[in-house]
Antibody, heavy 124, light 108 residues
Framework: QVQLQESGPGQVKPSETLSLTCPVS????????WSWLRQPAGKGLEWIGR???????VYNPSLRSRVTMSVDTSKNQISLKVNSVTAADTAVYYC??????????????????WGRGTLVTVSS | DIQLTQSPSSLSASIGDRVTITCRAS??????LNWYQQKPGKAPKLLIY???TLQSGVPSRFSGTGSGADFSLTITSLQLEDFATYYC??????????FGQGTKLEIK
């Protein structure tokens, strides 16, 4: 059973860089797209971006200028960096695997499984 | 961006009730629509993918219908463990996934 667990500092100072990792156990990260998502307290889910194990990545335009994702196949993990953070970046951050099926030459994808999430607070 | 609008935003119901949550997309997304359940302090859990396919292990009282731009999630015979927040999510645009704003299902 594939399991994900986000890890990283729980607090980051404004203007600094938020860095999280998501080691994957129970299966290889190879051959999948992996996404990062976040959820401010009491609010809905926001997709941050996705990365394939080849390193190809796609970011949400609203965050693209500040986000970098990476893959480390030797450690079987993915990583997220968000720079120049503000209080608006305070949220629970999740990593998730994109699972899906090919139908009519298109991939239908959904998020499963998810990590447990980690709260990152931006505060001085 | 593909906008997803869920209704209602909140819903009160009793154990044993049947409830339906709707999700409307701002354009045709065929059946690239997934549903998740989230309980407080927990990660979202996949319930239904491709608009109507029940994820393995999810009780059969959950069902999804729809195609194009209009979708719905129905829970028949509500159980205590079903009180949670539900989100729809589109994967039609894999360069910008989006979610509905959520529907909070509370006990009446």
């Amino acid at each position: 059973q594939v399991q994900l667990q986000e890890s990283g500092p729980g607090q980051v100072k404004p203007s600094e860089t938020l860095s999280l990792t998501c080691p994957v156990s129970g299966g290889s990260i190879s051959g999948y797209w992996w996404s990062w998502l976040r959820q401010p307290a009491g609010k809905g889910l926001e997709w941050i971006g996705r990365i394939y194990t080849s390193g190809n990545s796609v970011y949400n335009p609203s965050l693209r200028s500040r986000v970098t994702m990476s893959v480390d196949t030797s450690k079987n993990q993915i990583s997220l960096k968000v720079n120049s953070v503000t209080a608006a970046d305070t949220a629970v951050y999740y990593c998730a695997r994109e699972t899906g099926r090919l139908s009519n030459s298109r991939w239908h994808l959904w998020f499963d499984p998810w990590g447990r999430g980690t709260l990152v607070t931006v505060s001085s | 961006d593909i906008q997803l609008t869920q209704s209602p935003s909140s819903l009160s119901a009793s154990i044993g009730d049947r409830v339906t949550i709707t999700c409307r997309a701002s354009q045709n997304i065929i059946n690239f629509l997934n549903w998740y359940q989230q309980k407080p302090g927990k990660a979202p859990k996949l319930l239904i993918y491709d608009a109507s396919t029940l994820q393995s292990g999810v009780p059969s009282r959950f069902s999804g219908t729809g195609s194009g731009a209009d979708f719905s999630l129905t829970i028949t015979s509500l159980q205590l463990e079903d009180f949670a927040t539900y989100y729809c999510q589109q994967s039609y645009s894999n360069s910008l996934y989006t979610f509905g704003q959520g529907t909070k299902l509370e006990i009446k």
